[in-house]
């Protein structure tokens, strides 16, 4: 359930390229301001990890290593958390035991008024006109959280009204390549 009084916004992520996986969270007031940030250093497995662990070496990396390490550290817990790869959801929803969905950009053309949320063909995905300008925001939930995607609108809406919601997804990656950058010095 969404704490009313308490409007913060939590994103993160987990990618692996370049042989390592590395993750990272941020959780910001409704108005894009920080208040919390932590990050992973890069976990590279090796060749007999990758071997012994096969297929799911990934998940175990994704879940075990870099979501519960991430979530555990996080001292100010948000309403919701943002997230860009949809088989976080699950994980991200058991370890924090807050709701999560999938935030992505669309191409579709605008709704007609901000705040409108629409269902999709597809299960549990919905269409959302954040604000009056751009293109609606697609949002993935859970199947457990459908009941809860207008409480996530009009959050998600209220927030759109003093930040770009997707920016903080790109503020996470140039911080974790300031982060490299610095340590590879």
Do not use: H
């Not at 042989?19 to 932590?38: C, E, K, Q």
């Not at 071997?51 to 979501?67: F, K, T």
């Amino acid at each position: 359930m969404l704490d009313k009084g308490r409007q913060l916004i939590g994103y993160l992520t987990v990618d692996s390229r370049e042989n390592y996986f590395r993750g990272a969270a941020l959780v910001t007031d409704s108005r894009g301001i920080p208040t919390d940030f932590r990050y992973t250093e890069p976990v590279r497995p090796t060749k007999l990890e990758r071997i012994l662990y096969g297929s799911a070496l990934d998940i175990y990396l994704r879940e075990d290593i870099i979501l519960d390490n991430l979530l555990s550290a996080i001292d100010t817990k948000p309403a919701l958390w943002l997230l860009a790869d949809e088989g976080l959801i699950g994980p991200v929803q058991k370890l924090s035991k807050l709701p999560a969905v999938v935030l992505e950009t669309s191409s579709r053309s605008p709704l007609e008024t901000s705040g409108q949320c629409e269902p999709t063909a597809e299960q549990g995905v919905f269409m959302l006109q954040a604000d009056n300008i751009s293109a609606p925001l697609r949002i993935t939930v859970s199947d457990e959280n459908i009941s809860k995607i207008s409480q996530f609108a009009q959050l998600l809406t209220e927030t759109a009204e003093d930040m770009e919601l997707m920016e903080p997804f790109s503020r996470i990656e140039r911080a974790l390549e300031a982060v490299a950058e610095a340590e590879s010095k």
